[in-house]
Every structure is written in C-alpha cells, then in structure tokens.
C-alpha cells in the first residue's frame, strides 16, 4: 500500500517562500507514477497545484506557475513543493498526492494533508 | 482551462435513497473524469476513474457513467457513512481541474 506523508513548516509570514515535502513509501517511487500537490482553502474545494513525472517532467497550475517549483529526489522517495511571494490566501491544507499514469490518471494516493497558514 | 460544474452544490437525502451527483466538462474531455468522496478531517478518496471504473473496494452502490461532456456519479442505496462530500475531476486536458464539490447530508 502506497503511504504519502507531507512534512514542513505549518506557519509562513506573508511575502516569504512556503516549503513541503513529500515523503512516498518504498518501491512507490518508480517509473510510471505521478506525483504532486493539491490544496484546499479552510471550507473550499481542491486546487491543483503542480505535478511531476518519474522522467522528471513539471506540470504547473498556471495560475501558480510565476511562483511554484515542484522537484523530486528519486535517491530519497521525495517530492519537494516551493510557493514563493505567499499571501493570505495561499493558506491551504496542502495534500501530497499521485497515482498511475494510466487511463484518466486517477489520483489513488493522498497524505493525510498539512495545513499551511499564511500570517504574520 | 476546462471547467467542470457540479450539481447540486448541496443535497440532502434519506438512507436508503437513491442520490445522482452531476459534473458537466466546459468541453468534452472523452472518459477521462474521477470521482472522489471526501469526509470531514480527511483527505480526499478515490471512488472512480475513467467516468465509471469502481476502484477495488469501493462499495458497488457506487456507480459513474457518461462521457464527453456530461457525467453522473450515483449512490444506490445511500448509507450513512455516504456522509461526504464528493468532486469530480477531469484529466484530459492540463490544468487538472476539479468541480466545485457537491455536499451530501443524511436526512
């Protein structure tokens, strides 16, 4: 069974960079997965923030894309998400997430989710 | 972008109903629609991919159908631990996006 778990700092002052890791579960991180992040505003619904491909491919939301960067450390099982120039409403519960590059590319694994908040 | 519209927003039904969720794609995104049921405190869960693939266990009162633009996701005789709320999402076309999410109360 395929375990995510988010890592990072839960409070970030406006204007600074928000910072997560994704830890995957041994023999997950291979060839034929995706990975990424999603958030969720508190009482909203799910945004998609980036993604990454095991060929080391990015995909970002372009609504994000001036200030995200998503990386991977293949050596380490790990997913890495920076948002930069942060505001209030980048407060979200930040889910680490990915699945099988195949059919409609369903999301099948989620962490448990880590809330980020945005305050001085 | 592809936008992706649930109705309804919110819904309230008994147990044992019969519930029908619907998601419409702003353009046709061929089968290429999940379904996820999500229950307060948790992350989101994974019901059905490519519009009406059950995932391995997942109660079969679960069921989805449609393609192109229109999609339904159905709830047959609707549980109490049904209490959640559930998005659709397309990945045909990137940026990934997500209906707005339809919640659905026990009566």
């Known amino acids: 069974q395929v375990q995510l778990q988010e890592s990072g700092p839960g409070l970030v002052k406006p204007s600074e960079t928000l910072s997560l890791t994704c830890t995957v579960s041994?023999?997950?991180?291979?060839?034929?997965?995706?990975w990424g992040w999603i958030r969720q505003p508190p009482g909203r619904g799910l945004e998609w923030v980036a993604s990454?491909?095991?060929?080391?491919?990015?995909y970002y939301n372009p609504s994000l894309e001036s200030r995200v960067t998503i990386s991977e450390d293949t050596s380490r099982n790990q997913v890495s998400l920076k948002l930069g120039s942060v505001t209030a409403a980048d407060t979200a519960v930040y889910y680490c997430?990915?699945?099988?590059?195949?059919?409609?590319?369903?999301?099948?694994?989620w962490g448990q989710g880590t809330l980020v908040t945005v305050s001085s | 972008d592809i936008q992706m519209t649930q109705s309804p927003s919110s819904l309230s039904a008994y147990v044992g109903d019969r519930v029908t969720i619907t998601c419409r794609a702003s353009?046709?995104?061929?089968?290429?629609l999940n379904w996820y049921q999500q229950k307060a405190t948790e992350a989101p869960k994974l019901l059905i991919s490519t519009a009406s693939g059950l995932r391995s266990g997942v109660p079969s009162r679960f069921s989805g159908s449609g393609s192109g633009t229109v999609f339904t996701l159905t709830i047959n005789s609707l549980q109490p631990e049904d209490l959640a709320t559930y998005y659709c999402?397309?990945?045909?076309?990137?940026?990934?996006?997500f209906g707005q999410g339809t919640r659905l109360e026990i009566k």
């Open positions: 999402q397309q990945s045909y076309s990137s940026p990934i996006t």
């Open positions: 353009q046709s995104i061929s089968n290429y």
């Open positions: 041994d023999h997950s991180f291979i060839s034929g997965y995706f």
């Open positions: 990454i491909y095991h060929s080391g491919s990015t």
């Open positions: 997430a990915g699945g099988v590059m195949q059919g409609s590319w369903p999301i099948a694994y």
